[in-house]
């Protein structure tokens, strides 16, 4: 299959959309972990510190989320340069890389999406 460069450009908006999901979860994640901080400084609960904890795990989860995803846009990016330059043996060869990153990204996603699924059961326990 001959690489184009549409095929890369076609990475650009799934990307940069992956990359806003990350970020709102990061923040939404974050905002929670300051709340539950606070309330933790202020009544030294030890299943609040373990509840930060683990969203600590899940916020180090995202970053790496974010990373592989601008690595997997860079390398994106390198991919279309070099067919630009018609370096094709290693367009496909950074092409190739682009979307290992892409799924590596994706697996961390579904790690903590799974995650947060376990937390939210555990809490839901309670209530039942």
């Known amino acids: 299959m001959e690489l184009s460069l549409s095929i890369p450009a076609l990475l650009f908006p799934a990307i940069s959309l992956t990359m806003l999901a990350y970020n709102a979860r990061y923040l939404a994640i974050a905002a929670l972990i300051r709340q ?32 592989t995803a601008i690595f997997s846009f860079l390398l994106a990016v390198i991919t279309m340069t070099l067919i630009y330059v018609e370096l094709r043996f290693w367009a496909n060869l950074v092409f190739s890389a682009s979307l290992l990153a892409l799924m590596i990204s994706l697996v961390l996603s579904f790690i903590e999406v799974q995650l947060s699924t376990k937390a939210l059961a555990i809490q839901l326990k309670d209530i039942a």
């Open 36 to 67: 539950l901080h606070q309330k933790y400084q202020e009544t030294g609960s030890k299943s609040i510190g373990l509840q930060v904890k683990q969203l600590s795990t899940r916020l180090s989860i995202i970053k790496n989320m974010q990373a």
